[in-house]
């Protein structure tokens, strides 16, 4: 099975430094972001990846990943200017098989992968969307009463009836029938596929995600993967 990552996004949040750095090659505890995608993957199985990027990437992550072999994986390349998520992927429909994983490169999660597919491969799904559980929401939620009473309040709250999408899907290839330009599978793709009554689930999962495309959720994650390298160079000086 192979692994389509989105990786060619702007980046607009980060600015100005994805004018210079694409997102994917943000460096994170003596890593790249895209190091750490790549061997979640492979720790799960998944060999061959396909790199969906647009030229203003391409340069860059080829000369650092080259074939992917050093990593590991074997890597290819679909570049296409910004069309959407779902442009994206038909672009690169002839890379990819009768069933593959996509995965939006500014994320990082420590979900069981391999779970997911089993549980896809039961349900006998055309879309399997990972959905956290554990997620707390950036904001205070209330609920108000009709003469505007506040009955409930709570500040970020973890809603566990209303799962959060981490970014990380399965799909069978039917799925990219309803993908075209400049559209997007969260707000397009799964929608219409729901509609249709397409066999579309959600893998639920405790596991929290990482959407490192914002500043503040970059910096939360830098001082993770610091403390997590400093506790590996502590562990070598004394073993």
Request: a neutral charge.
């Amino acid at each position: 099975m192979k692994a389509a990552i989105l990786a060619g996004g702007a980046g607009t949040r980060l600015q100005p430094i994805t004018e210079y750095v694409p997102k994917s090659l943000l460096p994170l505890g003596g890593r790249y972001v895209i190091e750490y995608v790549l061997n979640y993957l492979r720790f799960n199985g998944i060999t061959d990846v396909a790199l969906l990027i647009s030229n203003s990437e391409l340069e860059l992550l080829r000369n650092h990943l080259g074939d992917g072999r050093r990593f590991g994986l074997s890597v290819e390349y679909s570049v296409a200017e910004r069309i959407g998520t779902a442009g994206a992927l038909k672009a690169a429909s002839d890379l990819l098989g009768e069933r593959f994983i996509v995965y939006y490169g500014d994320v990082l999660t420590n979900m069981n992968l391999k779970a997911m597919i089993e549980f896809h491969t039961r349900k006998r799904a055309v879309a399997t969307v990972a959905m956290s559980t554990s997620v707390p929401i950036d904001y205070g939620v209330g609920r108000v009463a009709d003469d505007g009473r506040l009955t409930y309040f709570e500040e970020k709250p973890v809603l566990k009836e209303y799962p959060i999408s981490i970014g990380v899907d399965l799909f069978e290839r039917e799925v990219l029938s309803y993908c075209g330009m400049n559209m997007d599978i969260a707000q397009h793709v799964i929608p219409r596929l729901m509609e249709e009554q397409k066999p579309v689930f959600a893998f639920l999962t405790r596991e929290r995600h990482y959407d490192i495309g914002t500043f503040k959720t970059l910096e939360e994650v830098r001082v993770l993967a610091d403390r997590r390298e400093g506790v590996l160079r502590a562990n070598n000086a004394t073993g």
